[in-house]
């Protein structure tokens, strides 16, 4: 009987197992860590009377840790509103100015770091109240 430890792998399986011991090794044992662009922040908009999606123009603007402001403008458009915000850990301040309605805005959203790891994207609704 084998020890209690033992591995059984397909050749295949030992050859890739064998490829990165030599690359980790070779990076002198460091972790490398590959990063694959995601949203920092998903955003729902949405009209806080009927519940329903934001139909309208509307223009959204961040800051990340006090950082420049990126503007993302979009066209009118039908169906759900879902907002992709930044791509990396940290805080956020949004606004949402749509034509028709009030601007919103959310200071200090906060998007944990999780190391190598992708983060989750943090959700949140915007819910914009109709302009007088």
């Given at each position: ?5 033992a ?10 197992v064998?490829a ?9 044992g ?73 601007d ?29």
């Open positions: 009987m084998g020890s209690p430890f591995v059984r792998l397909k050749p295949s399986r030992l050859a890739f064998a990165m011991a030599t690359f980790l090794a070779a990076c002198g460091d972790v490398v860590c590959v990063t694959v662009p995601s949203p920092a922040v998903l955003l729902t908009v949405v009209d806080s009377v009927t519940g329903n999606p934001v139909n309208a123009a509307m223009t959204v603007s961040w800051t990340e840790n006090g950082g420049p402001t990126t503007v993302d403008q979009l066209a009118a458009s039908q169906g759900p509103r879902v907002v992709e915000v930044g791509t990396s850990s940290g805080t956020y301040d949004i606004t949402v100015h749509a034509t028709g309605y009030r919103w805005i959310q200071r200090g959203i906060v998007v944990p770091s999780y190391g190598c790891n992708p983060f989750p994207a943090i959700r949140t609704t915007a819910r914009l109240q109709p302009a007088p």
